[in-house]
């Protein structure tokens, strides 16, 4: 059975939604898509791509850092960009995040999100080896 979890270091759901499933014993995280909001909520980084791709990872990393996990153990992303071309010219920053064996992606164009000051969301999955894994 998977079990919910928000992690504390992050944004809150103010919707249906949790941060996080974790699945089976808990090694496989599947995390809610991440934006660039600081913990209280707010949206970093208007009109720039750049600082929201920054800050959007760092949620992800946050999230991952909750239950034991590093963004090595990130398995699979899916990116929702409402600007392509300004994202794909951000990949420096996800190299900042990531090392090969980088995990596999998706990137999808979209025509906005849920907030019109948001410009990035990510979403990820992640295998977290037992032996780091702490259980919320």
């Known amino acids: 059975m998977a079990s919910s979890f928000n992690p504390p270091d ?3 759901p103010f919707g249906a939604f ?4 974790i699945q089976g014993a808990g090694e496989i995280i ?7 909001l600081d913990k209280e909520g707010q949206v970093v980084g ?16 946050a999230a991952l850092a909750s239950v034991g996990g590093v963004m090595a153990d990130i398995v699979a992303l899916t990116q929702y960009a409402v600007d ?4 794909m010219a951000a990949g420096d920053i996800r190299k900042q995040f990531f090392a090969e064996p980088f ?12 907030h019109p000051d948001l410009l990035i969301e990510i979403t990820a999955t992640a295998e977290i080896p037992l032996d780091r894994f702490r259980r919320p």
């Open 10 to 12: 992050i944004w809150q």
């Open 18 to 21: 949790s941060m996080m499933k």
């Open 30 to 36: 599947h995390l809610k898509g991440q934006v660039a």
């Open 46 to 61: 208007k009109n720039d791509m750049r600082a929201q791709v920054r800050k959007t990872l760092e949620n992800i990393q």
């Open 84 to 87: 392509i071309e300004q994202f």
């Open 103 to 114: 995990p596999v992606t998706t990137t999808v164009q979209i025509v906005r999100l849920y």
